[in-house]
Nanobody
Framework: VQLQASGGGLVQPGGSLRLSCAAS????????MAWYRQAPGKQRELVAA???????NYAESVVGRFTMSRNAPKNTVYLQMNSLKPEDTAVYYC??????????WGQGTQVTVSS
């Protein structure tokens, strides 16, 4: 399983970015597609997760600001990030939780929120 994350960059506080994660598999073959982030000196944390059945789960810190979605024909999941804050600065990773297999991780994309 190959996951290619993209869309990171430098944005000012209050700005928006949309991350994409293109998968080499049909995303409905994964039990869960998720976005994680890891800031310098901190543990990797869950940002958003989307189950095969369409159930969404968000970290409390991003509720109302971030939206995860998917485009099944393109085998791609997205993370729309609005009202970005400096504390959102991190490397963002996508993950696929596959039935009966080890989780697959993408390579990460840097998001920096700074004025």
């Amino acid at each position: 399983v190959q996951l290619q994350a993209s869309g990171g960059g430098l944005v000012q506080p209050g700005g928006s970015l949309r991350l994409s994660c293109a998968a080499s598999i049909k995303i409905f073959s994964a039990d869960v597609m998720a976005w994680y982030r890891q800031a310098p000196g901190k543990q990797r944390e869950l940002v958003a997760a989307l189950t095969r059945g369409g159930r969404l789960n968000y970290a409390e810190s991003v509720v109302g600001r971030f939206t995860m979605s998917r485009n099944a024909p393109k085998n791609t999941v997205y993370l729309q990030m609005n009202s970005l804050k400096p504390e959102d600065t991190a490397v963002y990773y996508c993950k696929a939780e596959m039935p009966g297999r080890s989780d697959a991780w993408g390579q990460g994309t840097q998001v920096t929120v700074s004025s």
